[in-house]
């Protein structure tokens, strides 16, 4: 105890409490690092858990009323590219192959838009056909969340060029490559269709994404020749659907994406009007039309209206292609509540009609989904045929949740039963499950499905196993078979481990039983920072070999100084940020040559956590990846400011991100001072110090910037004012109150180079009664 005051020493405060301290004597700074989750910690993620639930995750981003600052679009940029290139040669008995390829993803402003390009190439030789092949598309368009787009349209987003159109319930499929144009005023963040979402987008060559669904797996795909992948048509449920996907390259490279949906979110307002239109022309020259339209009539009802034009479904014309169309009319009308969803849609095509009914609640904390289709006459599309025995009702039940048993881990479980019934009055029966579990460190999945048609039924099934375990990651899938008779079908085995230095191997075994075929595959990359090597080999029981080598490399332009870099993993795709901070000295906002920079300062991205950026020697750092098409908030991180006096002059800044831009921002910090002093109270008996006197900081309009009470004795401290002409000042409402009189207001010039300015003194007295 020194002077009334307790001292305690930081090496019995950690003996006490679960808290180490670190003290930078440097800059000032004491770091708290609790060795367990503080009650304030747990209260804040619950509060993110709060937000996500509501939809305010990424999706629904929360504004701060940061200023905004769009980056205006060029006709012409240089693109960021994503490259890869790669080589391989096989050999089986009697023939040998060589192959090389080359593709590039390319994102820039093109023509004041947003511009991507895909490109590849390839040559074999060795093969039936030695002549090289080569592929390209192109895309144009903009995003504006806030529907300002095309003028009176009001759009949020438009493109042409080569461009995918999605499905149509009950009607069509998603399209494949073509050339088109699409318009919309729907919200970005909003799912594709009412209770649908498709998920796309580019996948370079080697890499495969991985879909899970509320915490369990869901789909699996690798890259493909047109360099993209699609899970189409995922069904959404009354409650949370959170998707997580999960991109791996073959150098050991892995990148998540989350996005989230609430059912809600599609509830259109009373009186507002959204649209999408697409006019799409396939490269086999099949066209496809689509308009759709939902309208809000109260805050309850949403009415729907599309219409479809498409060529007329293959099976119906015998397999045969011709310049036949269809035109399908579609009218709905939507219910919400707050325990459900209740929708109905009627389908009008050129040969018959097609009614759905849906129901989508919660069950004991179980999402429930009920739809009855019932179709008349020779209904014909993409998905109903009336070739052979025509489908003509349909019902189905979907179950998802989530088991947590007392004492066991929680299990995602979904559930889903089918009946169909023929125009034969045969029916077919379908029924599937899966369930989820991780339990010390192993995720496992299991999928059961059984169908019966016909009076044959089959039941089959595959199980999924992963852990990592002393660095290693291990994973098996197990594909089995139960009837018409039980069997092994497939086997297989993957590991992988990081090694120092960049390096990565892996090793895999697959055996397909029904063959009798083993293969056995393995290899080698490593991140060298700027790009990325790898080197894989395979071998099968049918005497195939084949070793490859790839190399990825991909490239972006630094706006400010004009230089090339080069990374390891794709960036094309998402949008960057270039962020300066510096000391503003003239407080103009603009980094004068004189004015010092600031090296090591963290930035916070959506008020969250902080980016692993710092800023280098010259201020700047790159904030990669971000999503692009939805606004972004970016705050310098005080903590991180290594002069205590320092302050960000602004809270932060919205962007909204673009492929292939690096968007330069300047993050200007100021130097600020503390002012303290001692308040008075003097009386007949003399002065002494007073406490809880509140001491307020004046600007020159009169705002009351800040303010404090006086400590016991009476001192008070007013940290980080920012440069200016003050008056500091006793609150008039408390010594109204208490009947006391401020005997003076002190006027104080805070200049621009920081300091302590101090024996900033304060009386107060007596009234006279």
Known sequence: MIDDDIYVSSELLSRWLPIDFEVAMSSQQLRVNPREKLPLQERLERERAGKRLRGAGPERLEDPGYPRDIAPYQWLDRPFID?????????????RQVNAAYTAYLTADVLGMEGAAYISSSN?????????????RMTLGRNDPDAGLLGPLRARSFSLGNILVPSVANVMTSSGTGRGVSVSNRPLDQPTSFDRQSLRGDLPPGWDVTL????????????????LYAFDDLPLS?????????????????????????????????????????????DTGERRSVARFDMGLTPAIAASVGLVRMPRPLASQGGLQDSQTRSYAQLGLRGYSEWAIVSSELTFGQGGMLADLGLKTRVAGFSVDLQHIQIQGDFDSDVFSTSGNPIKMRDKLRVLGTLAPPGLPRMPVAL????????????????????????????????????????????????????????????????????????LDSLAFTADRNLNSGYRVNAGLLHAFAGRTTLVSGGVSKNFGRFALAVSGSYSSQRDLAVGLQLFVALGRKPRTGEWFADAVPMAGMGAVSARAFVDGNLNGIRDPHEELVPNAGFIINSGGRHPARSAEDGTAFIGRLPPGRYTDIALDPATLEDPLWKPHTEGVRVLPRPGLVQMLEFPVVSTSELDGTVYLVGDKGRRGIGDAMVELVNSQGAVLMSTPSSSDGFYLLRQVLPGRYTLRISPEQTSKLALASTRELTVDVMPEGDFISGQDLEMKTTSP
């Not at 060795?126 to 592929?135: A, E």
């Not at 050991?252 to 649209?275: A, C, T």
Request: aromatic share 10%; net charge positive; hydrophobic share 35%.
């Open 212 to 227: 899970y669904y509320n915490e369990a797996l869901m789909g699996f795909q690798a890259s493909r020749a047109d360099g």
């Open 416 to 487: 889903e039963v089918q009946r169909e019934l023929l125009k034969s009055g045969e029916t077919h029966d379908m029924a599937s499950g899966r369930l989820s579990v991780m339990y010390a460190g192993t995720s496992a999945t299991n999928a059961l499905s059984w169908q019966r048609a016909g009076g044959a039924a089959s039941i089959y099934g595959s199980l999924q196993l992963s852990r990592r375990m002393a660095g290693i990651g291990l994973s098996g899938q197990m594909g089995y078979s139960l009837k018409p008779e039980a069997r």
């Open 83 to 95: 490259q890869t290139f790669g080589v391989d040669a096989r050999s089986a008995p009697g023939s």
């Open 124 to 136: 074999s030789n060795g093969s039936s056909s030695d002549r090289p092949s080569s592929d390209w």
């Open 238 to 282: 009354f409650g949370r659907n959170e998707f997580l996907l999960v991109f791996n390259g073959p150098l050991g490279q892995m990148r998540n994406e989350r996005k989230n949906f609430l059912l809600d979110q599609s509830i259109v307002k009373p009186g507002e009007f959204l649209y999408s239109l697409a006019e799409h022309r396939a």
